[in-house]
């Protein structure tokens, strides 16, 4: 059985692990420490994770509530760092994951969800849209800074 909680202290080097999984690169987990103990104590970042009987991280979820002056002035929600290891997809993992973070945005009176996806994750893309997600909506841009 799979628990959703916030994520721990205790349990960053796991989420380290599944970052590194998630973008293929050494996630520095010193910086990630600092930035986390950071963000911890700013009511619009949320880290939820989920773990499995064993009480280990299998996946994990940032939401940050961004504030808009537009229309209505109300806020929407970033989903960013959505993983869910390997070894657990397909067992509705990332469903649960996805929907703690609608229930925080519509708490949280956001008018939307946003997400980016890299262009090779096709496999995430059909999931996304499977979750109610539009692929179409917009385009989006990076531009790396070194």
């Not at 469903?95 to 609608?102: F, G, R, S, T």
Request: hydrophobic share 40%; aromatic share 8%.
């Amino acid at each position: 059985m799979i628990h959703i909680q916030t994520v721990a202290r205790t349990q960053l080097d796991e989420l380290a692990e599944l970052y590194t999984e998630l973008d293929n690169s050494e996630t520095n987990i010193k910086r990630l420490r600092e930035r986390f103990t950071a963000l911890q104590s700013n009511p619009d970042y949320t880290f939820i994770g989920a773990v499995d009987d064993s009480g280990k991280l299998v996946g994990s979820v940032m939401g940050i509530r961004c504030y808009d002056l537009t229309g209505q002035c109300r806020p929407f929600m970033v989903l960013e760092n959505m993983i869910v290891s390997k070894s657990y997809h397909r067992k509705g993992i990332g469903q649960i994951l996805v929907d703690a973070i609608e229930k925080i945005a519509i708490e949280s009176d956001c008018h939307s969800v946003v997400l980016l996806s890299s262009a090779w994750r096709t496999d995430a893309h059909q999931f996304y849209e499977k979750l109610g997600f539009t692929k179409d909506a917009a385009y989006g841009f990076i531009k790396p800074l070194n």
